[in-house]
Protein backbone atom coordinates (compact mmCIF):
# COMPACT_ATOMS: atom_id res chain seq x y z
CA UNK A 1 0.00 0.00 0.00
CA UNK A 2 1.14 3.69 -0.77
CA UNK A 3 1.27 5.13 2.63
CA UNK A 4 2.50 8.71 2.00
CA UNK A 5 0.19 9.93 -1.86
CA UNK A 6 1.45 13.10 -3.32
CA UNK A 7 0.96 14.84 -6.55
CA UNK A 8 4.28 13.14 -8.34
CA UNK A 9 3.54 9.80 -7.02
CA UNK A 10 0.22 9.33 -7.95
CA UNK A 11 0.61 11.17 -11.09
CA UNK A 12 3.31 8.49 -11.87
CA UNK A 13 1.12 5.64 -11.04
CA UNK A 14 -1.41 6.86 -12.86
CA UNK A 15 0.38 6.92 -15.79
CA UNK A 16 2.15 3.73 -15.13
CA UNK A 17 -1.34 1.69 -15.04
CA UNK A 18 -2.72 3.51 -17.86
CA UNK A 19 0.28 2.74 -20.18
CA UNK A 20 0.38 -0.70 -19.12
CA UNK A 21 -2.96 -1.27 -19.95
CA UNK A 22 -3.94 -2.36 -16.28
CA UNK A 23 -7.18 -0.51 -16.11
CA UNK A 24 -10.39 -1.35 -17.86
CA UNK A 25 -10.73 1.25 -20.46
CA UNK A 26 -13.91 3.21 -20.28
CA UNK A 27 -14.97 4.14 -23.99
CA UNK A 28 -17.93 6.34 -22.40
CA UNK A 29 -15.52 9.05 -21.17
CA UNK A 30 -12.80 10.69 -22.59
CA UNK A 31 -9.30 10.66 -21.77
CA UNK A 32 -8.78 13.05 -19.14
CA UNK A 33 -11.90 11.77 -16.98
CA UNK A 34 -10.49 8.19 -17.63
CA UNK A 35 -6.72 9.30 -15.96
CA UNK A 36 -8.88 11.05 -12.75
CA UNK A 37 -10.95 8.05 -12.38
CA UNK A 38 -7.58 5.94 -12.58
CA UNK A 39 -6.05 8.53 -9.82
CA UNK A 40 -9.37 8.31 -7.87
CA UNK A 41 -8.99 4.70 -7.55
CA UNK A 42 -5.87 4.33 -6.05
CA UNK A 43 -6.73 7.13 -3.44
CA UNK A 44 -9.60 5.30 -2.35
CA UNK A 45 -7.73 1.70 -2.95
CA UNK A 46 -4.90 2.99 -0.48
CA UNK A 47 -7.77 4.03 2.05
CA UNK A 48 -8.52 0.25 2.37
CA UNK A 49 -4.93 -1.02 2.37
CA UNK A 50 -4.93 -2.13 -1.36
CA UNK A 51 -1.83 -1.47 -3.49
CA UNK A 52 -2.72 0.86 -6.88
CA UNK A 53 -3.05 -1.68 -9.37
CA UNK A 54 -5.56 -3.98 -7.26
CA UNK A 55 -7.04 -0.74 -6.84
CA UNK A 56 -8.20 -0.58 -10.19
CA UNK A 57 -10.48 -4.24 -9.80
CA UNK A 58 -11.07 -3.68 -5.88
CA UNK A 59 -12.86 0.33 -6.39
CA UNK A 60 -15.88 0.54 -8.79
CA UNK A 61 -16.97 4.14 -9.67
CA UNK A 62 -20.72 4.08 -9.66
CA UNK A 63 -22.62 7.37 -10.13
CA UNK A 64 -20.12 9.17 -8.77
CA UNK A 65 -18.89 7.43 -5.97
CA UNK A 66 -15.82 5.18 -4.96
CA UNK A 67 -17.43 1.80 -3.76
CA UNK A 68 -15.78 -1.50 -3.12
CA UNK A 69 -16.13 -4.34 -5.47
CA UNK A 70 -17.64 -7.98 -4.83
CA UNK A 71 -14.22 -9.06 -5.57
CA UNK A 72 -12.77 -6.06 -2.71
CA UNK A 73 -15.73 -6.41 -0.85
CA UNK A 74 -14.08 -10.70 -0.10
CA UNK A 75 -10.74 -9.40 0.69
CA UNK A 76 -11.40 -7.45 3.23
CA UNK A 77 -14.15 -9.28 4.49
CA UNK A 78 -11.52 -12.78 4.51
CA UNK A 79 -9.10 -9.94 6.54
CA UNK A 80 -11.42 -9.83 9.25
CA UNK A 81 -11.18 -11.63 12.29
CA UNK A 82 -14.52 -11.53 13.90
CA UNK A 83 -16.16 -12.31 10.22
CA UNK A 84 -16.91 -15.65 8.83
CA UNK A 85 -19.91 -16.95 6.16
CA UNK A 86 -21.02 -20.44 5.33
CA UNK A 87 -22.68 -21.17 1.77
CA UNK A 88 -26.14 -22.91 2.04
CA UNK A 89 -27.26 -22.81 -1.42
CA UNK A 90 -25.25 -22.04 -4.52
CA UNK A 91 -26.70 -23.67 -8.12
CA UNK A 92 -28.38 -21.81 -11.26
CA UNK A 93 -31.32 -20.22 -9.34
CA UNK A 94 -30.41 -18.95 -6.44
CA UNK A 95 -27.17 -17.96 -3.35
CA UNK A 96 -28.08 -18.21 0.02
CA UNK A 97 -25.24 -16.83 2.61
CA UNK A 98 -24.87 -16.93 5.94
CA UNK A 99 -23.08 -14.76 8.10
CA UNK A 100 -21.35 -15.51 11.23
CA UNK A 101 -19.64 -12.98 13.56
CA UNK A 102 -17.05 -14.62 16.36
CA UNK A 103 -18.20 -13.38 19.83
CA UNK A 104 -15.16 -13.73 22.86
CA UNK A 105 -16.57 -13.74 26.51
CA UNK A 106 -14.12 -14.12 29.07
CA UNK A 107 -13.22 -17.31 30.30
CA UNK A 108 -15.13 -18.73 27.46
CA UNK A 109 -14.37 -20.55 23.85
CA UNK A 110 -15.09 -17.97 20.97
CA UNK A 111 -18.66 -18.82 19.75
CA UNK A 112 -19.80 -18.16 16.33
CA UNK A 113 -23.62 -17.12 16.13
CA UNK A 114 -25.15 -16.28 13.30
CA UNK A 115 -25.78 -12.84 12.45
CA UNK A 116 -28.09 -13.01 9.23
CA UNK A 117 -28.49 -14.73 5.93
CA UNK A 118 -29.42 -13.37 2.53
CA UNK A 119 -30.63 -15.00 -0.47
CA UNK A 120 -29.85 -13.78 -4.18
CA UNK A 121 -31.97 -15.55 -6.84
CA UNK A 122 -32.14 -15.63 -10.67
CA UNK A 123 -35.72 -13.74 -10.20
CA UNK A 124 -34.25 -10.89 -8.62
CA UNK A 125 -31.58 -10.57 -10.93
CA UNK A 126 -34.15 -10.60 -14.02
CA UNK A 127 -36.26 -7.82 -11.65
CA UNK A 128 -32.99 -5.76 -11.71
CA UNK A 129 -32.79 -5.78 -15.36
CA UNK A 130 -29.08 -7.96 -14.60
CA UNK A 131 -29.89 -10.74 -17.01
CA UNK A 132 -30.66 -8.48 -19.64
CA UNK A 133 -27.89 -6.01 -19.92
CA UNK A 134 -25.73 -8.59 -20.48
CA UNK A 135 -27.46 -12.20 -21.20
CA UNK A 136 -24.03 -13.90 -22.23
CA UNK A 137 -22.20 -13.33 -18.86
CA UNK A 138 -25.50 -14.29 -17.13
CA UNK A 139 -25.55 -17.38 -19.16
CA UNK A 140 -21.92 -18.05 -18.63
CA UNK A 141 -20.94 -17.59 -14.99
CA UNK A 142 -24.44 -17.20 -13.33
CA UNK A 143 -23.13 -18.83 -10.05
CA UNK A 144 -20.28 -16.81 -9.61
CA UNK A 145 -22.89 -13.59 -10.19
CA UNK A 146 -25.49 -14.77 -8.19
CA UNK A 147 -22.52 -15.29 -5.32
CA UNK A 148 -21.01 -12.06 -6.08
CA UNK A 149 -24.90 -10.07 -5.65
CA UNK A 150 -25.82 -12.11 -2.69
CA UNK A 151 -22.23 -11.52 -1.12
CA UNK A 152 -22.67 -7.63 -1.62
CA UNK A 153 -26.17 -7.79 0.27
CA UNK A 154 -24.69 -9.98 2.82
CA UNK A 155 -21.73 -7.53 3.59
CA UNK A 156 -24.19 -4.08 3.59
CA UNK A 157 -26.54 -5.55 5.66
CA UNK A 158 -24.82 -7.56 8.44
CA UNK A 159 -21.54 -6.29 8.04
CA UNK A 160 -20.98 -3.02 7.11
CA UNK A 161 -17.78 -2.29 9.19
CA UNK A 162 -16.27 -3.57 5.82
CA UNK A 163 -16.69 -0.72 4.27
CA UNK A 164 -15.20 1.18 6.57
CA UNK A 165 -11.86 2.94 5.33
CA UNK A 166 -8.84 4.79 6.62
CA UNK A 167 -7.65 7.15 4.49
CA UNK A 168 -3.75 7.41 3.94
CA UNK A 169 -1.34 10.69 4.62
CA UNK A 170 -1.92 12.64 1.13
CA UNK A 171 -1.80 16.15 -0.19
CA UNK A 172 -5.06 16.91 -1.41
CA UNK A 173 -4.90 20.09 -2.21
CA UNK A 174 -1.53 19.70 -4.82
CA UNK A 175 -2.84 15.96 -6.10
CA UNK A 176 -6.24 17.71 -7.18
CA UNK A 177 -5.30 20.45 -9.00
CA UNK A 178 -2.27 19.57 -11.39
CA UNK A 179 -1.51 22.47 -13.80
CA UNK A 180 -1.36 21.72 -17.51
CA UNK A 181 1.68 21.74 -18.20
CA UNK A 182 2.77 19.28 -14.77
CA UNK A 183 0.23 16.71 -16.02
CA UNK A 184 0.73 16.46 -19.68
CA UNK A 185 -3.39 16.79 -20.26
CA UNK A 186 -5.43 19.40 -21.57
CA UNK A 187 -8.47 20.19 -19.12
CA UNK A 188 -7.14 18.66 -15.64
CA UNK A 189 -10.25 19.47 -13.73
CA UNK A 190 -11.14 16.68 -11.96
CA UNK A 191 -14.28 14.14 -12.67
CA UNK A 192 -17.10 14.57 -10.32
CA UNK A 193 -15.80 10.94 -8.89
CA UNK A 194 -12.83 12.46 -7.80
CA UNK A 195 -14.44 15.68 -6.32
CA UNK A 196 -16.44 13.69 -4.32
CA UNK A 197 -13.68 11.13 -2.90
CA UNK A 198 -11.46 14.18 -2.13
CA UNK A 199 -14.12 16.12 -0.27
CA UNK A 200 -15.12 13.15 1.74
CA UNK A 201 -12.21 12.34 3.02
CA UNK A 202 -11.27 15.83 4.64
CA UNK A 203 -14.45 15.80 6.36
Known sequence: MVETLDRENLKFLANLIIHAQLAEPDKTVDANTQRFRV????????AHGFDPISSQSFIQ??????????????????????????IEQLDDTACKL???RRVVTDGKPDEWIVRG????TIEDAEAAGLTRSSPNIWKQYRQDLLYANAFR???RRFAPEIAAAEWPTFNFAAA?????????????APSAA??????????
Open 39 to 46: MAKIVAGA
Open 61 to 86: IIHGRCVLSAAGMAVKFGQHPDLDLR
Open 98 to 100: VIL
Open 117 to 120: SVTF
Open 153 to 155: RAV
Open 176 to 188: ATPSVKESGIASP
Open 194 to 203: VTEALDSSSA
